[in-house]
């Protein structure tokens, strides 16, 4: 998987991890940052 950004709807401009292999592969996840505690 690698890092790719939204290009259109509404989460347009929003980075998520996308399948190298697409079309062919379809998966996606979305990124969540991680949170730091103190």
């Given amino acids: 998987m690698t890092v790719r950004t939204a290009k259109a709807g509404r989460r347009r401009g929003t980075n998520f991890m996308g399948c190298t292999s697409y079309p ?13 505690r103190h």
Avoid at 24 to 36: D, F, H, L
């Fill in 24 to 36: 062919r592969c379809e998966g996606v996840r979305k990124i969540t940052p991680k949170v730091r």
